[in-house]
């Protein structure tokens, strides 16, 4: 009995210093499974956006601040690999460059799809109400303004290979402030007479403008994401 025991003890003991298991290696019969890779995402490039299609006359270089804010959030979103568009043509002389060079260099550079698009609404709103006593305006009354902006863009992927319009998007970006007065006063010799104070957002201009850029890159931003994978690989 004892000797049964031995002799089970030592086979037990040479298999677990056999070669494949004593190396770290995996029993035999049993599978090892691959490290898992990430799926290969296609490579984009967005150029500058065009900025002349609402009639309103944009700060230096807002078609590239566009274009840099979309490349950004499409870094972070992770769907692409995002190309730098320094790689793409530039205008020259206030001339677009065609579809076919932007095609052109982009191959070239190994990119599969380039994003163009457009600013294709910019508008500033103001609105203006005012109240009072017995039908007096400014007497112990008062009023409230707003302010509203409004950005919109327009996408399309384009197949830098093919030339094909893969996919399309649309945004619209608002931002908005409220001031609030009130008056204060009496009636002077049949004049009013009082004094304005003022509450409410701080908010500048560019500053509405500049959320509302952000609000519609978001928007495009996600648009492009959840295309991606729609259009995967060419």
């Known amino acids: 009995m004892k000797k049964r025991i031995f002799v089970g ?4 003991a040479v298999l677990a210093m056999s070669p494949g298991t004593a190396a ?18 296609p490579t984009i490039a967005v150029g500058a956006f065009e900025t002349d299609r ?19 959030r499409l870094v972070e979103l992770g769907a692409y690999r995002v190309f730098d568009r320094g790689m ?3 205008s020259t002389a206030g001339r677009r ?9 982009a191959q070239q550079a190994g990119v599969d799809y380039v994003v163009l698009g457009a600013v294709t609404r910019f508008a500033n709103e103001k609105k203006n109400s005012r109240g009072g006593l017995l039908g007096i305006p400014f007497i112990g009354g008062g009023g409230k303004s707003s ?7 327009t996408l399309r992927i384009v197949n830098v290979r093919t030339g094909e319009l893969v996919s399309t998007a649309t945004s619209l970006g608002a931002a908005s402030k409220s001031n ?6 009496a009636v002077v010799h049949g004049l009013p007479v009082g004094g304005l104070f003022t509450s409410g ?8 403008v500049g959320e509302a850029l952000l609000d519609a890159v978001e928007q495009a931003a996600a648009a492009l994401t959840k295309a991606a994978a729609r259009i995967g690989l060419p």
């Open 54 to 72: 609402t009639g309103w006359m944009p700060p230096p270089h807002f078609g590239e601040t566009v274009a840099d804010l979309l490349a950004s």
């Open 201 to 208: 957002s701080t908010g500048s201009l560019d500053r509405l």
């Open 9 to 12: 003890l030592l086979v037990c």
């Open 180 to 185: 609030r007065t009130i008056g204060a006063g």
């Open 97 to 105: 460059p065609s579809l076919d060079a932007i095609r052109e260099l």
């Open 147 to 153: 302010q509203e902006s409004t950005v919109g863009l």
């Open 24 to 41: 770290g290696q995996d029993a035999p019969g049993t599978q090892t499974m691959a490290p898992s890779r990430p799926a290969a995402r």
């Open 88 to 90: 793409l043509p530039e």
